[in-house]
């Protein structure tokens, strides 16, 4: 990544770590998960367990349906995810890429049920489109942990990821507080419409801002979380709007073009830009941060390690319910606690 700074100070004094819950707590912790009555799993393995094939001393093939490999988030999530398993080496992990293609990803459901896996994770697309696929998956009696976006209706036997609207409400009261504190234009960069992040992360950062009513959100507008489709549609926000202040981006890529787009308006410094993701490597929006490209990004963790937990209580200690709700936390990143950060977490 290029470095640029920005001309006009950072907003400072925010640094925060918001607890959206325990990490591998539950939000609700009386809602639990049990098998689906009258499938395979209800009646198989241990009495009431959610797996029909769980047992100690035993070997289990799990199957992630991955949303897109070549987005960098999705990258690091099957990074943790390889990284956690061995602490597992009575699991099997094939991950199936679904190419930021939701027809793709049916596929690769599809086939992990027809070879029979244990268990399967899956990070959707888009919710609506994999909703029957993976009720199907989880009504023959295979367990089912959704990763970071979910599906549209219940038929999953946990979920496991942050808070999305929490996560757009942190960022909304970090401008409403921090950034614009006398009011201002705010633009929003909204992910794939058709995904849960997008829509949460979006209805929650509104929220926030609503906090001061001197702030008006003059637009709002899907970049479906890629770049060069950020740069295109923010540089047309810049061009209605030449008032805007903020922009907020549902995620770090859409941010860097939200920063392309300014430099080339030559309004660098002059639009304070807000990610989420805040991945740590050399390109990520952690790093953005520390160089004075973002004011801010939140953390999206990944939820790798929490979700081979889950597994293990499925899969290996036969457990008959599990939490429903696994949310792990974020962490506001700002100039202040980048340079930290980055080191604590550096590979």
Excluded at 22 to 42: R, W
Excluded at 67 to 75: F, L, S
Excluded at 241 to 265: E, F, Q, R, S, T
Excluded at 290 to 303: E, H, Q
Aim: aromatic share 6%.
């Amino acid at each position: 990544m290029t470095t640029h700074h920005l001309r006009r100070p950072l907003i400072a004094g925010l640094l925060s770590t918001l607890l959206l819950a325990t990490a591998a707590c539950t939000a609700n912790p009386a809602v639990q998960s049990a098998a689906p009555s009258g499938s395979a799993a209800a009646s198989g393995g241990a009495a009431g367990a959610l797996s029909k094939t769980c047992g100690a001393d035993k070997k289990f093939r799990i199957g992630f349906a991955q949303a897109n490999n070549a987005e960098p988030y999705r990258q690091q999530v099957n990074r943790e995810l390889q990284a956690a398993a061995k602490d597992y080496p009575m699991f099997e992990i094939s991950i199936a890429d679904g190419q930021g293609n939701s027809s793709k990803q049916v596929s690769d459901v599809a086939n992990f049920k027809t070879q029979q896996v244990d268990l399967l994770m899956i990070s959707p697309f888009e919710a609506q489109p994999l909703t029957a696929p993976v009720t199907e998956v989880y009504k023959a009696g295979i367990p089912v942990i959704e990763l970071d976006r979910q599906t549209a209706d219940d038929n999953y036997t946990a979920f496991v990821g942050g808070d999305n609207k929490a996560i757009g409400v942190m960022a909304g009261q970090y401008v409403a507080d921090k950034v614009l504190p006398d009011g201002g234009e705010v633009a929003i960069l909204q992910g794939l419409a058709s995904t849960t992040p997008a829509v949460q992360r979006t209805e929650g950062f509104k929220e926030g801002v609503a906090k001061n009513p001197k702030i008006q959100v003059v637009a709002t507008q899907p970049a479906d979380w890629l770049p060069e489709k950020a740069q295109t549609v923010f540089d047309a926000m810049l061009r209605s709007h030449p008032n805007i202040k903020v922009v907020y981006a549902n995620n770090d890529l859409m941010a860097n073009g939200a920063y392309l787009a300014l430099k080339g308006a030559n309004k660098v410094g002059q639009v304070a830009i807000i990610g989420t993701d805040g991945l740590t490597d050399a390109a990520g929006g952690t790093q953005a941060v520390k160089d004075g490209i973002f004011n801010a990004t939140l953390v999206y963790p990944t939820g790798a390690k929490e979700s081979l937990e889950l597994a293990k209580k499925i899969l290996v200690d036969c457990a008959t319910s599990v939490p429903r709700n696994t949310v792990v936390p974020t962490t506001l990143i700002t100039k202040d606690n980048a340079a930290p950060y980055l080191e604590q977490h550096k590979a």
